[in-house]
């Protein structure tokens, strides 16, 4: 591949920031403050950047992460219904722990 940005041919890896804050406070999160007033980034914007990415890249793979993407299970299905069959999709997650 000649673009050093594509993990494989036809697309890059796009990281998506889930727009909510999360209850977890793990150690290691650096974006804790910009989840606390999250205006003007939304799940609607997110649907419409994906869309945009998908026309430009259309094999890229997506990864959601930060805030917890499994902590709004609404949210989560309405960006996963906008990842097209040919993309590859991973979520960074913390998976609950049972008590």
């Known amino acids: 591949m000649s673009n050093p940005y594509k993990t494989r041919e036809g697309g890059a890896t796009i990281t998506v920031f889930v727009p909510y804050d999360c209850g977890n406070h793990c150690p290691f999160c650096i974006n804790k403050q910009e989840y606390e007033n999250p205006q003007g980034f939304g799940v609607d914007k997110i649907c419409r950047s994906m869309d945009i990415l998908d026309e430009i890249t259309p ?12 902590a709004n299970p609404n949210a989560l299905q309405t960006m996963l219904d906008h990842v097209k069959p040919s993309h590859r999709l991973f979520i960074n997650t913390t998976l609950p722990v049972l008590q």
């Open 59 to 70: 094999n890229c793979d997506f990864v959601f992460t930060g805030g917890e993407p499994l």
